[in-house]
């Protein structure tokens, strides 16, 4: 019930591409949905989160899609550029009284120049 | 700097060593994780700290000793560690009553020789 499934694994994406990662809950409770972007020897930073009360949210070239009924979620990175190339974890939680996030095993993404 | 800071940024040591990571922040947060990362897998949960008080140990070998003397400052303690412990060592915080803001910090690169 607390997992948060994550792929692909690696994902190598041309510059100008679209980079997309797929997650998918199974706890019914979870209503927040962060994903964080790891650099090599740094700790992972928050990207973008978002609520299910709305089935999109967009920061710049980075969207977010939620599907509530099917329990999914995915980041979407438009025009892909070699400095995106990270790791990026999803994760989901309770919002409120959770002790922690719940996080997916992470996508490697390597967008060539 | 994300607010969670985190010494030494790496380690090397051999294994009938004593030594302790140490992990700081001053974001007003209450709950305080120590997560590990080895290469190519999923971040791993070790201990949860709220309000200085242990909530979770995730069957970490006793080789591995945290301390919380307060809400700022966390403490993982080192000893007779194995080689396949080598890994980036995170710290997290939290603020009080969700996990909006769940910061991590840059981490802590040990390596056990």
């Known amino acids: 019930q607390q997992q948060v499934k994550q792929s692909p694994q690696s994902l190598i994406v041309q510059k100008g591409g679209i980079s997309i990662i797929n997650c998918a809950y199974e706890?019914?409770?979870?209503?927040?949905f962060p994903w964080y972007q790891q650099f090599p020897g740094k700790g992972p930073a928050l990207l973008i989160a978002i609520r299910p009360d709305v089935s999109e949210k967009k920061e710049g070239r980075f969207t977010i899609s939620f599907n509530k009924s099917a329990k999914q979620f995915s980041l979407h990175i438009m025009d892909s550029q070699p400095g995106d190339s990270a790791t990026y974890f999803c994760?989901?939680?309770?919002?409120?009284?959770?002790?922690?996030?719940?996080f997916g095993s992470g996508t490697q993404l390597t967008v060539l120049p | 700097e994300t607010g969670v800071t985190q010494t030494p940024r790496h380690l090397v040591m051999g294994m009938t060593n004593k030594k302790s990571l140490k992990c700081e922040q001053h974001l007003g947060h209450n709950a305080m994780y120590w997560y590990k990362q080895s290469a190519k897998k999923p971040l791993e949960l070790m201990f949860v700290y709220n309000f200085k008080e242990q909530t979770e140990n995730n069957s970490v070998p006793s080789r591995f000793s945290p301390e919380c003397p307060n809400s700022s400052h966390l403490f993982l303690h080192l000893h007779t560690l194995q080689p396949e412990d080598s890994a980036l060592y995170l710290c997290?915080?939290?603020?009080?009553?969700?996990?909006?803001?769940?910061?991590f910090g840059s981490g802590t690169r040990l390596t056990v020789v």
């Open positions: 706890n019914t409770a979870f209503d927040y």
């Open positions: 997290a915080s939290r603020p009080p009553g969700g996990v909006y803001g769940y910061t």
């Open positions: 994760a989901a939680s309770k919002v409120i009284a959770a002790r922690q996030l719940t």
